[in-house]
């Protein structure tokens, strides 16, 4: 049972959404007992069956007026014993309302008052228990987001001890130094976030970093989908009333990067999502042709997978079908002199590696086609700078990684504008431009012209 609930809790993703759910369904069971009871009482039974019809749309109100007062907000607001009241009296309000208009639910004022004490009770009573229940779950140290702490020594002290005191949604599982007068260490923090597997950023000290500094944390923070929280000062927690406590035993202020395009990003999950699943689907029949070919014409494994650079310097397995012999990686070191790319990348246009068939695929672009799986596994977008391998990562500049601030594709303006025809400082160049001006409207044309560029072979080798 304990592997079961650490496993659970482990998809921190779910866990509101779930949270949501089990505090819908006890306000739902809360209302149809307060019902049940008040019309068994006073009708026995019979009024229950009267109202049946209408249960729907009462349930739909009860929920909404629940929302409404963050009763499935964070713990801090749903545990508020006022708002579940103001709730039930809004909620018992309404169906007053409803019942004088439709009369024939039998249900009159004192009915409806009686429902929605007990439904208060129920209500109450099964929240309590829901939130020890996630207290103890806390205390035997499951289900915690593993947190790492940032600042100087004494003010992530401080907050270690606090959370060591009361335990509650947190566990520190790193730590990371504040120096006077510099940075964060990104590079740093980014190593220590793919160690531990940190879902979480406390930061103490935020006032000391710039506004360029400042911003490139949270942008780094959000492509990793890593939440950041401040310790506030003093002079925040005086003037400031957006201050949340998570759990913690101390006041934490949850911040974001900016987010005035959230929607269009949630619509571009959304192509990704349906376009790779249906390209996966329709080109099914292809696939397992190209596969049968590769394993049959060439000894080794149908897929290529090699380790790649992807959204702030996180590596990621990205598939493509082999095109080349299984030494191929091997034998890279003796054609180094050879390359004929500039920059960071290697390019042949006649590799010796490549095989009869990989040559085929290569020119309509099919051995990028298994990247549709990473692109439903949330490493990539159908639209985005092309990942480069580690190999190509090491070899660039400051200049040129601020490429990753987004995510990677599998086409690109790069693939568009003539893919390896181009210098390398011109796919720098057009990733940039691409980050800069993107809207989901721009990758619906690169979308588009992706096509058109395939079936020309433009810079395909």
Same mark, same amino acid.
């Given at each position: 049972? @304990?592997?079961?609930?650490?496993? *659970?809790?482990?998809? /921190?993703?779910?866990?509101?959404?779930?949270?949501?759910? !089990? =505090?819908?369904?006890?306000?739902?069971?809360?209302?149809?007992?307060?019902?049940?009871?008040?019309?068994?009482?006073?009708?026995?039974?019979? &009024?229950?069956?009267? !109202?049946?019809?209408?249960?729907?749309?009462?349930?739909?109100?009860?929920?909404?007026?629940?929302?409404?007062?963050?009763? /499935?907000?964070?713990?801090?607001?749903?545990?508020?014993?006022?708002?579940?009241?103001?709730?039930?009296?809004?909620?018992?309000?309404?169906?007053?309302?409803?019942?004088? %208009?439709?009369?024939?639910?039998?249900?009159?004022?004192?009915?409806?008052?009686?429902?929605?004490?007990?439904?208060?009770?129920?209500?109450?009573?099964?929240?309590?228990?829901?939130?020890?229940? !996630?207290?103890?779950?806390?205390? @035997?140290?499951?289900?915690?987001?593993? *947190?790492? +702490?940032?600042?100087?020594?004494?003010?992530?002290?401080?907050?270690?001890?606090?959370?060591?005191?009361?335990?509650?949604?947190?566990?520190?599982?790193?730590?990371?130094?504040?120096?006077?007068?510099?940075?964060?260490?990104?590079?740093?923090?980014?190593?220590?976030?793919?160690?531990?597997?940190?879902?979480?950023?406390? =930061?103490?000290?935020?006032?000391? +970093?710039?506004?360029?500094?400042?911003?490139?944390?949270?942008?780094?923070?959000?492509?990793?989908?890593?939440?950041?929280? +401040?310790?506030?000062?003093?002079?925040?927690?005086?003037?400031? *009333?957006?201050?949340?406590?998570?759990?913690?035993?101390?006041?934490? =202020?949850?911040?974001? /990067?900016?987010?005035?395009?959230?929607?269009?990003?949630?619509?571009?999950?959304?192509?990704?999502?349906?376009?790779?699943?249906?390209?996966?689907?329709?080109?099914?029949?292809?696939?397992?042709?190209?596969?049968?070919?590769?394993?049959?014409?060439?000894?080794?494994?149908?897929?290529?997978?090699?380790? @790649?650079?992807?959204?702030?310097?996180?590596?990621?397995?990205?598939?493509?079908? @082999?095109?080349?012999?299984?030494?191929?990686?091997? &034998?890279?070191?003796?054609?180094?002199?050879?390359?004929?790319?500039?920059?960071?990348?290697?390019?042949?246009?006649?590799?010796?590696?490549?095989?009869?068939?990989?040559?085929?695929?290569?020119?309509?672009?099919?051995?990028? +086609?298994?990247?549709?799986?990473?692109?439903?596994?949330?490493?990539?977008?159908?639209?985005?700078?092309?990942?480069?391998? %580690?190999?190509?990562?090491?070899?660039? *500049?400051?200049?040129?990684?601020?490429?990753?601030?987004?995510?990677?594709?599998?086409?690109?303006?790069?693939?568009?504008?003539?893919?390896?025809?181009?210098?390398?400082?011109?796919?720098?160049?057009?990733?940039? /431009?691409?980050?800069?001006?993107?809207?989901?409207?721009?990758?619906?044309?690169?979308?588009?012209?992706?096509?058109?560029?395939? !079936?020309?072979?433009?810079?395909?080798?």
């Amino acid at each position: 049972m @304990r592997r079961i609930v650490k496993r *659970t809790l482990g998809f /921190y993703g779910m866990r509101r959404p779930l949270s949501i759910l !089990i =505090l819908a369904l006890v306000d739902v069971l809360a209302l149809f007992a307060g019902l049940a009871f008040a019309g068994y009482l006073v009708g026995g039974g019979g &009024r229950l069956a009267q !109202i049946l019809p209408l249960l729907p749309i009462m349930v739909v109100v009860w929920i909404a007026v629940f929302a409404a007062h963050d009763l /499935y907000d964070r713990a801090t607001n749903r545990r508020n014993p006022g708002a579940l009241i103001g709730a039930v009296l809004w909620g018992a309000g309404l169906l007053v309302f409803g019942s004088a %208009i439709y009369e024939e639910s039998g249900y009159g004022l004192g009915e409806v008052l009686l429902a929605s004490a007990v439904a208060l009770l129920v209500s109450g009573g099964l929240r309590t228990l829901y939130e020890r229940m !996630i207290e103890r779950i806390y205390r @035997r140290g499951l289900g915690r987001v593993p *947190t790492i +702490l940032v600042g100087e020594p004494a003010s992530r002290t401080r907050v270690r001890d606090v959370m060591e005191t009361k335990p509650g949604s947190y566990a520190c599982v790193g730590e990371m130094d504040l120096p006077d007068g510099g940075g964060v260490d990104l590079a740093g923090l980014r190593t220590m976030l793919d160690r531990t597997g940190a879902r979480n950023v406390v =930061l103490s000290g935020a006032e000391k +970093l710039g506004d360029a500094e400042f911003l490139n944390l949270l942008r780094s923070m959000r492509l990793r989908k890593v939440r950041v929280e +401040l310790v506030p000062g003093a002079v925040t927690l005086m003037g400031s *009333t957006p201050v949340l406590s998570e759990n913690m035993g101390l006041p934490l =202020l949850e911040v974001g /990067y900016p987010r005035l395009d959230n929607t269009q990003r949630a619509l571009k999950r959304m192509l990704d999502v349906g376009g790779s699943a249906l390209g996966l689907l329709v080109l099914s029949p292809l696939l397992l042709g190209v596969a049968a070919l590769i394993k049959f014409t060439s000894p080794g494994p149908v897929f290529f997978k090699q380790k @790649r650079v992807g959204a702030d310097e996180k590596v990621f397995l990205c598939y493509k079908f @082999r095109s080349m012999y299984s030494d191929a990686e091997a &034998r890279q070191a003796e054609l180094e002199a050879k390359n004929e790319a500039d920059g960071a990348i290697f390019k042949m246009q006649n590799d010796p590696r490549v095989t009869p068939i990989g040559r085929f695929i290569r020119r309509w672009s099919i051995d990028e +086609l298994p990247q549709l799986i990473n692109v439903l596994r949330g490493e990539m977008s159908l639209v985005g700078p092309r990942p480069l391998p %580690i190999r190509d990562f090491e070899k660039m *500049t400051a200049r040129h990684k601020m490429r990753l601030a987004a995510i990677p594709g599998c086409s690109g303006y790069w693939q568009i504008s003539g893919r390896s025809n181009l210098s390398f400082e011109d796919m720098i160049r057009l990733d940039l /431009y691409y980050i800069e001006n993107w809207s989901l409207g721009l990758d619906v044309k690169i979308i588009l012209k992706t096509v058109h560029a395939v !079936i020309r072979h433009e810079g395909a080798y």
